[in-house]
Nanobody, 121 residues
Framework: QVQLVESGGGLVQAGGSLRLSCAAS????????MGWYRQRPGKQRELVAL???????TSADSVKGRFTISRDNAKNTVYLQMNSLKPEDTAVYYC???????????????WGQGTQVTVSS
């Protein structure tokens, strides 16, 4: 079994910053990519940012220049530094890990439980 535990969400004023963390633990053979997704009220879940083992990243246009994703491969942990937050960034943020897991070394993905980020105007 694999667990992803997120932390760092909360309430912040517009223009402020937050840093999210997500640590993966359990039966992990290798993680190819870790990422952050969010689900805004009344919207579908969407990709925020993704980072691959080699360090390559991709992010949504709406967060470019404001959010930075980083990763500690040794700790199986991914971070999301969010600056210049806007009310429209309000969402539940989910962490996802994609790779090879479990005693049978099966390829798959796991999600965290989500952390609420609320940006007040």
């Amino acid at each position: 079994q694999v667990q992803l535990v997120e932390s760092g969400g909360g309430l912040v004023q517009a223009g402020g910053s937050l840093r999210l963390s997500c640590a993966a633990s359990g039966s992990i053979f290798s993680i190819d990519a870790m990422g952050w997704y969010r689900q805004r009220p009344g919207k579908q879940r969407e990709l925020v940012a993704l980072i691959f083992t080699g360090g390559r990243t991709t992010s949504a246009d709406s967060v470019k220049g404001r959010f930075t994703i980083s990763r500690d491969n040794a700790k199986n942990t991914v971070y999301l530094q969010m600056n210049s937050l806007k009310p429209e960034d309000t969402a539940v943020y989910y962490c996802r890990a994609e790779g090879v897991f479990g005693p049978r070394s099966s390829r798959g993905d796991y999600w965290g439980q989500g952390t609420q980020v609320t940006v007040s105007s």
